[in-house]
């Protein structure tokens, strides 16, 4: 039988949890599909760029992901390991789990990186349909600022 067809004989409420219950499935669907790996260049836009230089490229290793985690590492510009991402991990139950930033991502995740020797880099990766990502780090008020949209690698 359809979906279609179970959902008339529904009343209204049944029709709307099946209605999130649907919703809510397509979304974990849709976040399966940023796992691997993905790159991509600072901002050509020096007001999106502080401590970068123009040709500078991110890449990240996404393994898995949820609602309010995201278990990923990070290759910094002229860097050869990878670190580690750590989660903020109560801004998932808080309004910062759920920002809102312009093109309307599906999920924001806040962590950090620690390179070895600096102070820690707050990174802000939010995932976009269909298939790119955005990172955005920051250290203090004017020290690092890159805006870096990514690609899936290939």
């Not at 750590?86 to 995740?109: F, I, T």
């Not at 995932?127 to 290939?154: I, N």
Request: with cysteine.
């Amino acid at each position: 039988m359809r979906l279609w067809h179970v959902a008339q004989r529904l009343c209204f409420p049944q029709r709307l949890w099946l209605l999130c219950a649907t919703l809510a499935c397509g979304s974990c669907d849709s976040l399966s599909s940023f796992e691997g790996n993905w790159e991509g260049k600072v901002s050509a836009d020096p007001n999106l760029r502080q401590g970068f230089v123009a040709n500078d490229h991110l890449a990240m290793n996404i393994t898995a992901l949820g609602d309010g985690s995201l278990d990923m590492t990070l290759r910094l510009p002229n860097q050869t390991s990878a670190l580690r991402f750590e989660s903020v991990r109560r801004a998932s139950s808080d309004a910062l789990g759920s920002m809102s930033l312009p093109g309307d991502p599906l999920r924001n995740y806040l962590g950090y990186v620690r390179p070895a020797g600096q102070e820690a880099i707050l990174v802000v990766v939010s995932l976009f349909p269909p298939d790119h990502v955005e990172a955005r780090l920051v250290r203090g008020p004017d020290e690092v600022y890159g805006v870096f949209r990514l690609s899936k690698a290939k």
